[in-house]
């Protein structure tokens, strides 16, 4: 047993008392939730204050002058006001909504690759990136001819940051874009580092924090980036709402990544002129209700305390990785000094699909696949893992049924 587990203070029957939808058994078996990565589970404070907002108050924001439609819009941007307290943005307008990472990315892909830089310059990726954050910018080299660089990972999985710093040594780079935590390793890339260097060398910096945010408190002040982006429904709030930060200059700067209502200041036939920043990247009525849940769930996490965040996913991480090391046949993909609550797997003689579709009969949800990121698979010489990814509300036990359940998995395939 690991004596750090729990965290000090941190009340897991509680937490896990606050998610309706841990209470429920699967095939007359406890449901075991450890695919957190790739969406959590919501509490009821998010859950209630959407439909609060739907039963009490709903009306389209910014537009309306009745009283339900001036409460609804004061409780969506308030969200702004939240997120930028969470990221500590320099001020509110810094932040744009999105549905998710994934159009936070294009956006800037879109606005900043093609409305600022220049064909001939590089974005540099990373070989454990997202499909997210790959296809966008495969998409502007071949429409915008933008070079695109890949850094190597490390046997480890780790950011290869010599090969970094040589992909970095010509100053053609323009943008760097890289995960701030790998959704496959559950390495923690040292962003400050990276940051640095590649300004020194005059890139800009995006990181995508779709997995980072949830588990550590992310200061985009003290890392120094550009950009940071991140998804709603992975920080235990609603799908269809996610976030892009930016330096206010950069937002001025960039053209708008789509035209329609509330993203101008006036139309007429000949011109339309924009809105101010941020909304004029936010074209038509936006995911209201989302972002109220948003704000809820960054309520939520906030009391709970990123501290406490930070001390149960090392605890539950340092477990998992010494019981899975005690199943024959296992083998745990990256060793990173620096990871998270995400653990990635393989099991000798078993398909990760079979493992998964085992598990599930025993009430235990993992993911299998290539969790979109195919060259990091390729990289590793593999068609896909398994993925065991914890939550605020992962417990102690739901790591030992999983050992418990690979090694039934594996004495069937043995």
């Given at each position: 047993?690991?004596?750090?587990?729990?965290?000090?203070?941190?009340?897991?029957?509680?937490?896990?008392?606050?998610?309706?939808?841990?209470?429920?058994?699967?095939?007359?078996?406890?449901?075991?939730?450890?695919?957190?990565?790739?969406?959590?589970?919501?509490?009821?404070?998010?859950?209630?204050?959407?439909?609060?907002?739907?039963?009490?108050?709903?009306?389209?924001?910014?537009?309306?002058?009745h009283w339900m439609s001036e409460r609804t819009t004061d409780a969506y941007e308030s969200t702004r006001d939240v997120v930028?307290?969470?990221?500590?943005?320099?001020?509110?307008?810094?932040?744009?909504?999105?549905?998710?990472?994934?159009?936070?990315?294009?956006?800037?892909?879109h606005s900043y690759g093609r409305g600022i830089m220049k064909p001939g310059e590089v974005v540099l990726i990373s070989e454990?990136?997202?499909?997210?954050?790959?296809?966008?910018?495969?998409?502007?080299?071949?429409?915008?001819?933008?070079?695109?660089?890949?850094?190597?990972?490390?046997?480890?999985?780790?950011?290869?940051?010599?090969?970094?710093?040589?992909?970095?040594?010509?100053?053609?780079?323009?943008?760097?874009?890289?995960?701030?935590?790998?959704?496959?390793?559950?390495?923690?890339?040292?962003?400050?580092?990276?940051?640095?260097?590649?300004?020194?060398?005059?890139?800009?910096?995006?990181?995508?924090?779709?997995?980072?945010?949830?588990?550590?408190?992310?200061?985009?002040?003290?890392?120094?980036?550009?950009?940071?982006?991140?998804?709603?429904?992975?920080?235990?709030?609603?799908?269809?709402?996610?976030?892009?930060?930016?330096?206010?200059?950069?937002?001025?700067?960039?053209?708008?990544?789509?035209?329609?209502?509330?993203m101008i200041d006036s139309v007429t036939f000949e011109r339309s002129t924009w809105a101010h920043v941020p909304h004029k990247?936010?074209?038509?009525?936006?995911?209201?209700?989302?972002?109220?849940?948003?704000?809820?769930?960054?309520?939520?996490?906030?009391?709970?305390?990123?501290?406490?965040?930070?001390?149960?996913?090392?605890?539950?991480?340092?477990?998992?990785?010494?019981?899975?090391?005690?199943?024959?046949?296992?083998?745990?993909?990256?060793?990173?000094?620096?990871?998270?609550?995400?653990?990635?797997?393989?099991?000798?003689?078993?398909?990760?699909?079979?493992?998964?579709?085992?598990?599930?009969?025993?009430?235990?949800?993992?993911?299998?696949?290539?969790?979109?990121?195919?060259?990091?698979?390729?990289?590793?010489?593999?068609?896909?893992?398994?993925?065991?990814?914890?939550?605020?509300?992962?417990?102690?036990?739901?790591?030992?049924?999983?050992?418990?359940?690979?090694?039934?998995?594996?004495?069937?395939?043995?």
């Amino acid at each position: 047993m690991n004596d750090a587990f729990p965290a000090p203070g941190f009340d897991i029957a509680r937490i896990r008392a606050d998610f309706p939808i841990l209470s429920q058994t699967v095939r007359g078996k406890p449901l075991v939730f450890l695919d957190s990565a790739a969406s959590a589970q919501k509490p009821r404070v998010v859950i209630d204050a959407m439909v609060n907002c739907m039963e009490t108050q709903y009306a389209n924001v910014h537009r309306g002058l009745h009283w339900m439609s001036e409460r609804t819009t004061d409780a969506y941007e308030s969200t702004r006001d939240v997120v930028a307290a969470l990221l500590n943005a320099n001020d509110r307008t810094e932040i744009v909504f999105t549905r998710n990472s994934t159009e936070a990315i294009n956006l800037v892909a879109h606005s900043y690759g093609r409305g600022i830089m220049k064909p001939g310059e590089v974005v540099l990726i990373s070989e454990m990136e997202h499909h997210a954050n790959i296809v966008p910018w495969q998409m502007l080299r071949d429409s915008h001819g933008i070079e695109m660089r890949v850094a190597a990972v490390t046997e480890t999985g780790e950011l290869d940051m010599e090969d970094v710093a040589a992909k970095l040594s010509d100053n053609k780079v323009g943008l760097v874009a890289i995960t701030h935590m790998s959704n496959v390793f559950g390495t923690y890339v040292p962003v400050e580092r990276l940051i640095r260097l590649a300004h020194e060398h005059g890139a800009k910096v995006l990181l995508d924090g779709s997995q980072a945010v949830v588990h550590r408190r992310v200061d985009v002040q003290a890392l120094g980036c550009d950009f940071y982006v991140f998804t709603g429904h992975k920080l235990y709030g609603p799908t269809g709402i996610g976030v892009l930060w930016a330096r206010h200059e950069l937002l001025e700067a960039m053209p708008p990544f789509m035209g329609g209502g509330d993203m101008i200041d006036s139309v007429t036939f000949e011109r339309s002129t924009w809105a101010h920043v941020p909304h004029k990247f936010e074209a038509g009525t936006p995911a209201i209700i989302e972002a109220i849940g948003l704000k809820a769930a960054i309520g939520y996490v906030q009391e709970i305390g990123y501290e406490a965040l930070s001390a149960h996913e090392a605890a539950l991480t340092d477990h998992a990785l010494s019981q899975l090391a005690t199943v024959e046949g296992l083998r745990v993909i990256g060793q990173a000094q620096d990871r998270g609550g995400v653990v990635s797997f393989t099991l000798k003689g078993a398909h990760a699909h079979d493992v998964a579709t085992l598990l599930d009969r025993q009430g235990i949800a993992i993911r299998a696949g290539h969790h979109c990121a195919e060259p990091l698979m390729r990289r590793l010489g593999l068609d896909s893992t398994a993925r065991a990814s914890f939550g605020v509300y992962t417990s102690h036990e739901e790591i030992d049924a999983l050992t418990t359940g690979l090694n039934r998995v594996r004495e069937f395939f043995v």
